[in-house]
């Protein structure tokens, strides 16, 4: 299986959450020298069918490619499909996040709301076999609190845990977050396909 995502951080929370199932991931980096597809889809699923698609006619492998984003209440969705692309191409994920607070900066806690939301499609020889989704509610905080993560994980406050996605263990962030859950979704489809797999080749042979 191949990882479609040049982002460090996403390729590794991706790689933690399959780690049980029967598949050799392969290094994110063998896509970086097939070019990216332009994401111009209006959803996220949208979006994560382009990736994987795009790759998957260019591997002989199962390929899972995600898309996903933040969504703010107060900013009419914003960033939305456009989260890794805030404050241009040369952005780091800490200007990213000092752009949203700084729009953010008179909202009050109660208008704080958002939303991460996450769709993952699987794909293998140009067809997309699976589609699942995630997404989890909570906050935008007030200023970035917490080491781990990635992306906007430092100013996305879960108020059932009352802290930050970066506040929290990779463990703990998994059990709730949208990739989280959409992996979750994705688990059980993963193992049938590797069973079937499996017995195909048995047969075979």
């Known amino acids: 299986m191949v990882i479609a995502s040049t982002n ?3 390729a590794e929370e991706l790689r933690e959450l399959l780690a049980d199932l029967p ?11 097939l070019g990216a597809p332009v994401e111009d889809g209006r959803t996220f699923e949208a979006n994560a069918r382009k990736k ?6 260019r591997l002989d492998s199962l390929v899972i490619a995600d898309d996903s984003g ?13 989260s890794a692309r805030v404050g241009g191409p040369t952005a780091t994920d800490a200007d990213r996040v000092r752009l ?20 993952i499609a699987i794909a293998r020889h140009g067809e997309v076999l699976a589609c699942f989704s995630g997404r989890v509610k909570g906050r935008i905080a007030f200023e970035p609190d917490g080491s781990a993560g990635f992306g906007y994980d430092p100013i996305f406050y879960y108020p059932p845990m ?3 996605f970066a506040a929290m ?32 080749e048995g047969t075979s042979e």
């Open 169 to 200: 263990t990779p463990a703990e962030k998994n059990h709730v977050s949208h990739r989280g859950q959409a992996l979750a979704r994705a688990v059980g489809w993963l193992g049938d396909y590797a069973r079937k797999a499996a017995e195909s």
């Open 8 to 10: 460090p951080g996403k």
């Open 70 to 82: 933040l969504e703010i209440d107060a900013l009419d969705g914003e960033p939305g499909l456009r």
């Open 23 to 33: 598949f050799h991931v392969h290094d994110s980096d063998i896509i970086r020298e």
């Open 52 to 57: 994987a698609i795009h790759y998957s006619r």
């Open 162 to 164: 009352d802290m930050t």
């Open 100 to 119: 949203i607070l700084r729009k953010m900066s008179d909202v009050v806690w109660d208008r704080r709301t958002a939303r991460f939301s996450c769709s």
